[in-house]
Structure formats: C-alpha cells, structure tokens
C-alpha cells in the first residue's frame, strides 16, 4: 500500500492548509473499510496524534487542534484531507497519514508544515 500526503508548505500564524493523503492503489472495497489517521512530529519530540476517522466517517480530534482541524475522506478518491485553519507556530511539524486495514499499518512519507510567527 502506497500513501501519498501532500499540501504541506511555509504560512503565517493565523493562516490555513489543507493536507491530503492519496492511496492511489487501495481496492476501493478495502479503503472504505480502513481507518485512517493524521499525525504530526516536530523536532526533537515524539510523533504524536492529530486526527482520527473512521470508516463510517466519525472523526476525533486531539485537544491541542479540536475547533481548528477538520478531517474527512472521499472514499472514490481514496483520499483523505486534513484542513487546518487558525495555524500556529506550534503546529510546525512533520505530518503524516496512517491507514489501519486488516490488522496493518501504513504510513505515508510525511509532508512538512511550517508555521511562522
């Protein structure tokens, strides 16, 4: 399985991006019934829990991103998205998706997000 994120980049604090993950390969019937996840690792600190969706589409969000992140999935695109409004330099990191199906994980290669004061 091949996951493919992208969006990352430099912005201002305050501003907005928008991450997708890409399973170009996933059976569809496969990918609708994967959850998925973000994740994020700064320097120096352990990759940690951003987001969460599952297969019926329900989302978790950790507290340091809840009323600024939102996450959802098209499944005919086998993509998944991560919009982030209101960015803080604290949210610079690296981000990542994961696919959980069948018992396995799958990580993408990460995209980085920066975020200036």
């Known amino acids: 399985v091949q996951l493919q994120a992208s969006g990352g980049g430099l912005v201002q604090a305050g501003g907005s991006l928008r991450l997708s993950c890409a399973s170009p390969?996933?059976?569809?019937?496969?990918?609708?019934?994967?959850?998925l996840g973000w994740y994020r690792q700064a320097p120096g600190k352990e990759r940690e829990l951003v987001a969460t969706?599952?297969?019926?589409?329900?989302?978790n969000y950790s507290d340091f991103v809840k009323g600024r992140f939102t996450m959802s999935r098209d499944n005919a695109k086998r993509k998944v998205y991560l919009q982030m409004n209101s960015l803080k330099p604290e949210d610079t990191a690296v981000y990542y998706c994961?696919?959980?199906?069948?018992?396995?994980?799958?990580w993408g290669q990460g995209t980085q997000v920066t975020v200036s004061s």
């Open positions: 969706i599952s297969s019926s589409g329900i989302t």
């Open positions: 994961k696919m959980t199906r069948d018992g396995y994980d799958y």
């Open positions: 390969r996933s059976i569809l019937s496969s990918y609708v019934m994967a959850w």
